[in-house]
């Protein structure tokens, strides 16, 4: 399986709009390029809470075979801790695998997470 990583771009709202139209006119886009982006690290740490680096760290070391699965690993009611995999479905950290028997277990889509602050100085 390759390791795949999340870059995480953390700028002004002004900035990302900046970027966003740049990349949407056809500028250049880094091979790091921010997948994600995010206003500040406050919002970055409401996303990548204790819970949910507790759901990720899970995810990466057992793989389990349903939310119900991880929920028990977690020690978390199954619907908050579907709560948080919505969360992070939305910032595209996990996915939903089809599973057997209709089951959908939830799976990393990265191995790694890489966050910069913009704009940067380049050296």
């Known amino acids: 399986m390759m390791r795949r990583t999340l870059h995480i771009g953390i700028a002004s709202p002004q900035y ?3 970027r966003m139209r740049e990349i949407a006119k ?3 886009k880094g091979p790091n390029e921010p997948r994600v982006w995010f206003t500040s690290y406050e919002a970055l ?3 990548f809470s204790r819970q949910n680096i507790m ?3 899970i995810l990466r070391e057992f793989e389990p075979e349903s939310v119900t699965e991880l929920a028990n690993k977690v020690g978390r009611e199954k ?3 579907l709560r948080s995999l919505k969360t992070l479905k939305e910032f595209d950290i996990v996915e939903f695998q089809e599973g057997e028997g209709g089951r959908k277990p939830p799976r990393l889509k990265y ?3 890489q966050s910069t602050f913009y704009p940067r100085k380049v050296a």
């Open 55 to 57: 759901l990720i760290e």
């Open 26 to 28: 056809g500028g250049p």
């Open 45 to 47: 740490a409401r996303v």
């Open 16 to 18: 990302v709009h900046q």
């Open 111 to 113: 191995h790694a997470f």
């Open 79 to 81: 619907t908050n801790v």
